[in-house]
């Protein structure tokens, strides 16, 4: 911070925040009126039962289930199986002779290097791209356009795409690598020996567009006056980038971080579809694990349990997030 | 500023060629995954066996075959059933909602904005058990069929997407000018009736994207469905995770029914490209 630029965010680059921000006035003129507020609890209404019924009592339900043991024994009384106590807790967490133990750290252990690879390869690519694309040159708009099209390749495609290319004999990847340019001097089982990075790859892929779209948006958002007049007082290109690009941008790094990490922790269908249900200790992920023990071994109060923790690091996570960020949420607002 | 200008401007506009040519670089780089499913969807199942291509001879072969093998018409269609009536639903309360949001000041606005944030946070796997259980039970205790049916499907869908949509609309409506809906009601129309009448109308083209988002994401969602469906009631996600389990020889097959799985969403999605973004970005501004 050793530099006479200005580090703290003048304008927060939110692109939409102008208009409707302009006018607080009639807002709480036109709403205070009870005719008001009643309409508003009517138009809540649908969205609030449906979120009550298929996000909150179902979540409730996850935790009482996290307490009991249900498994195939006693499926068929379903919520009335019998009480665990904390016993799928203890399991999962301190009994070290249970498989279930190792096979939970091992997932937690890849969840969390898959997140951090996806997310940050996602961020840096994205925002690199979009400097890339916050230039004038031939074509700027329709590049743009085209490079969306990664993001709107269904999940599920983008596994049994990339599956197909990693394959080891015949798969592009290493025809490309090994056969065409001599890069590798054998042939790797990308989906064998590196299924962690072999799902990294295509998770990245197809998030890289959406975080293009949100720093481009934003880098448009930015002063040019502030850039010419650190360019004035001979700030190179690096140091415009550190010291005003970057904070800058911190309120859209801060969010997609937040919801990133979430979308990477709880992925499923890329890795399910590449690798199948049982990826194996070296990617094996909190999701495939929670379904695999949950649906195929009927462990529903296992599955329960470590949903539960899932949510729990990510409360933990959102509470860091919080921390680190607020200032930036206070300066976005 | 005549001969030493020169020199740094054509530095400039020789680094300024680099960059574009890496940017095309990086579009090709891009876009070659996709435009390489579409070629081996092209191909016979033998030349993909080999990896060796006959780029001089496509053949439309396996896009007939794919719905013989697999019956990938009905997952198609139960595809488009589901998430037209769940993005459809999920638009339609997302648009109270978002509105209510977005103009009316309502003790618990807070609260309800935060929640559906939060609904956010929740692995999918917190609620899918207890979901299954409860479909399971249902089925067992009543006449009530959720478990493997459409009913059941769009229901769920229908409250996964709409908390997203309703961050989108709540967006598109702060676009719009309050004075609209004002003369509406200076006119003599009730607020809900100017927001049928007049707000909606004009927020068309935000209704259309929340539509198209909330469907992409139904179209794309594989975790639910596997658990939640048998044999009546699955999608295209499961069709082809069949395709994978019993015709793991058939890639052009698979291929191409990829490349049928994804058009109807690519096409939706450049249709409405310039509103869709707009909710893109500013969703994760606004968080």
Same mark, same amino acid.
């Given at each position: 911070?050793?530099?006479?630029?200005?580090?703290?965010?003048?304008?927060?680059?939110?692109?939409?925040?102008?208009?409707?921000?302009?006018?607080?006035?009639?807002?709480?003129? *036109?709403?205070?009126?009870?005719?008001?507020?009643? *309409?508003?609890?009517?138009?809540?209404?649908?969205?609030?039962?449906?979120?009550?019924?298929?996000?909150?009592?179902?979540?409730?339900?996850?935790?009482?289930?996290?307490?009991?043991?249900?498994?195939?024994?006693?499926?068929?009384?379903?919520?009335?199986?019998?009480?665990?106590?904390?016993?799928?807790?203890?399991?999962?967490?301190?009994?070290?002779?249970?498989?279930?133990?190792?096979?939970?750290?091992?997932?937690?252990?890849?969840?969390?290097?898959?997140?951090?690879?996806?997310?940050?390869?996602?961020?840096?690519?994205?925002?690199?791209?979009?400097?890339?694309?916050?230039?004038?040159?031939?074509?700027?708009?329709?590049?743009?356009?085209?490079? *969306?099209?990664?993001?709107?390749?269904?999940?599920?495609?983008?596994?049994?795409?990339?599956?197909?290319?990693?394959?080891?004999?015949?798969?592009?990847?290493?025809?490309?690598?090994?056969?065409?340019?001599?890069?590798?001097?054998?042939?790797?089982?990308?989906?064998?020996?590196?299924?962690?990075?072999?799902?990294?790859?295509?998770?990245?892929?197809?998030?890289?567009?959406?975080?293009?779209?949100?720093?481009?948006?934003?880098?448009?958002?930015?002063?040019?006056?502030?850039?010419?007049?650190?360019?004035?007082?001979?700030?190179?290109?690096?140091?415009?980038?550190?010291?005003?690009?970057?904070?800058?941008?911190?309120?859209?790094?801060?969010?997609?971080?937040?919801?990133?990490?979430?979308?990477?922790?709880?992925?499923?269908?890329?890795?399910?579809?590449?690798?199948?249900?049982?990826?194996?200790?070296?990617?094996?992920?909190?999701?495939?694990?929670?379904?695999?023990?949950?649906?195929?071994?009927?462990?529903?109060?296992?599955?329960?349990?470590?949903?539960?923790?899932?949510?729990?690091?990510? *409360?933990?996570?959102?509470?860091?997030?919080?921390?680190?960020?607020?200032?930036?949420?206070?300066?976005?607002? | 500023?005549?001969?030493?200008?020169?020199?740094?401007?054509?530095?400039?506009?020789?680094?300024?060629?680099?960059?574009?040519?890496?940017?095309?670089?990086?579009?090709?780089?891009?876009?070659?995954?996709?435009?390489?499913?579409?070629?081996?969807?092209?191909?016979?199942?033998?030349?993909?066996?080999?990896?060796?291509?006959?780029?001089?001879?496509?053949?439309?072969?396996?896009?007939?075959?794919?719905?013989?093998?697999?019956?990938?018409?009905?997952?198609?269609?139960?595809?488009?059933?589901?998430?037209?009536?769940?993005?459809?639903?999920?638009?339609?309360?997302?648009?109270?909602?978002?509105?209510?949001?977005?103009?009316?000041?309502?003790?618990?606005?807070?609260?309800?904005?935060?929640?559906?944030?939060?609904?956010?946070?929740?692995?999918?796997?917190?609620?899918?058990?207890?979901?299954?259980?409860?479909?399971?039970?249902?089925?067992?205790?009543?006449?009530?069929?959720?478990?493997?049916?459409?009913?059941?499907?769009?229901?769920?869908?229908?409250?996964?997407?709409?908390?997203?949509?309703?961050?989108?609309?709540?967006?598109?409506?702060?676009?719009?000018?309050?004075?609209?809906?004002?003369?509406?009601?200076?006119?003599?129309?009730?607020?809900?009736?100017?927001?049928?009448?007049?707000?909606?109308?004009?927020?068309?083209?935000?209704?259309?994207?929340?539509?198209?988002?909330?469907?992409?994401?139904?179209?794309?969602?594989?975790?639910?469905?596997?658990?939640?469906?048998?044999?009546?009631?699955?999608?295209?996600?499961?069709?082809?995770?069949?395709?994978?389990?019993?015709?793991?020889?058939?890639?052009?097959?698979?291929?191409?029914?990829?490349?049928?799985?994804?058009?109807?969403?690519?096409?939706?999605?450049?249709?409405?490209?310039?509103?869709?973004?707009?909710?893109?970005?500013?969703?994760?501004?606004?968080?």
């Amino acid at each position: 911070m050793s530099t006479h630029l200005p580090t703290a965010p003048i304008a927060p680059p939110a692109p939409s925040a102008a208009p409707e921000e302009a006018a607080p006035e009639p807002q709480r003129r *036109l709403t205070s009126s009870r005719s008001g507020r009643r *309409l508003a609890y009517w138009l809540i209404a649908p969205a609030v039962v449906f979120m009550v019924l298929v996000h909150l009592a179902p979540t409730i339900g996850g935790v009482v289930l996290s307490f009991k043991n249900l498994n195939t024994f006693t499926f068929s009384q379903l919520f009335a199986a019998p009480w665990n106590g904390l016993a799928n807790y203890r399991s999962i967490l301190f009994d070290s002779a249970n498989p279930l133990h190792s096979g939970f750290l091992g997932a937690a252990r890849n969840t969390a290097i898959y997140t951090a690879a996806s997310v940050g390869g996602t961020l840096a690519g994205g925002l690199g791209l979009a400097l890339l694309l916050n230039r004038e040159f031939p074509g700027r708009r329709a590049v743009r356009t085209l490079m *969306l099209a990664p993001y709107v390749v269904p999940s599920f495609v983008v596994g049994v795409l990339w599956g197909f290319m990693f394959q080891s004999d015949s798969g592009v990847i290493n025809r490309i690598l090994v056969d065409g340019t001599g890069i590798l001097s054998h042939r790797p089982a990308w989906l064998l020996d590196h299924s962690l990075l072999a799902i990294v790859i295509p998770t990245i892929w197809r998030g890289v567009p959406l975080a293009m779209l949100i720093f481009l948006a934003g880098l448009q958002s930015l002063p040019r006056e502030l850039y010419e007049a650190a360019a004035i007082d001979g700030a190179g290109p690096w140091q415009r980038f550190r010291y005003i690009t970057v904070p800058l941008l911190r309120p859209l790094i801060a969010i997609q971080l937040l919801f990133g990490v979430i979308y990477s922790a709880y992925q499923y269908a890329i890795p399910v579809v590449m690798l199948g249900g049982n990826p194996g200790p070296d990617a094996d992920l909190m999701m495939t694990l929670i379904v695999r023990q949950s649906f195929s071994n009927n462990l529903f109060g296992f599955g329960a349990a470590a949903s539960t923790l899932l949510t729990l690091a990510m *409360l933990l996570w959102v509470a860091v997030w919080f921390r680190a960020f607020r200032r930036d949420l206070d300066s976005a607002a | 500023m005549t001969a030493f200008t020169l020199s740094p401007r054509r530095r400039r506009r020789l680094t300024g060629i680099a960059l574009t040519v890496l940017t095309y670089v990086l579009l090709v780089l891009m876009l070659a995954p996709i435009v390489w499913l579409v070629l081996s969807s092209l191909q016979t199942r033998g030349h993909l066996a080999d990896g060796v291509y006959d780029f001089l001879h496509p053949t439309f072969a396996a896009f007939g075959e794919m719905w013989r093998s697999v019956d990938f018409g009905r997952y198609f269609a139960n595809s488009l059933v589901i998430c037209t009536a769940a993005a459809g639903i999920a638009t339609a309360f997302a648009s109270f909602a978002g509105y209510a949001l977005a103009r009316l000041s309502f003790r618990g606005s807070r609260t309800f904005g935060v929640s559906v944030v939060a609904t956010q946070l929740i692995p999918g796997s917190m609620f899918l058990l207890p979901l299954f259980l409860g479909f399971i039970w249902l089925k067992q205790n009543t006449p009530i069929r959720l478990f493997d049916t459409h009913i059941g499907m769009i229901l769920v869908y229908t409250a996964f997407f709409t908390p997203v949509a309703i961050w989108f609309m709540r967006y598109f409506f702060q676009q719009i000018p309050r004075e609209l809906e004002e003369a509406a009601m200076v006119d003599g129309c009730t607020r809900f009736v100017a927001l049928i009448r007049v707000v909606l109308p004009n927020a068309a083209p935000g209704v259309t994207a929340t539509f198209v988002y909330a469907f992409l994401m139904a179209w794309d969602e594989l975790l639910f469905v596997t658990a939640l469906t048998e044999h009546t009631a699955e999608t295209i996600p499961i069709g082809i995770r069949n395709f994978m389990g019993n015709y793991a020889e058939e890639y052009a097959q698979l291929m191409a029914a990829g490349v049928v799985s994804t058009i109807p969403v690519m096409i939706a999605f450049f249709a409405t490209q310039r509103w869709l973004v707009k909710g893109l970005t500013a969703g994760a501004v606004k968080g």
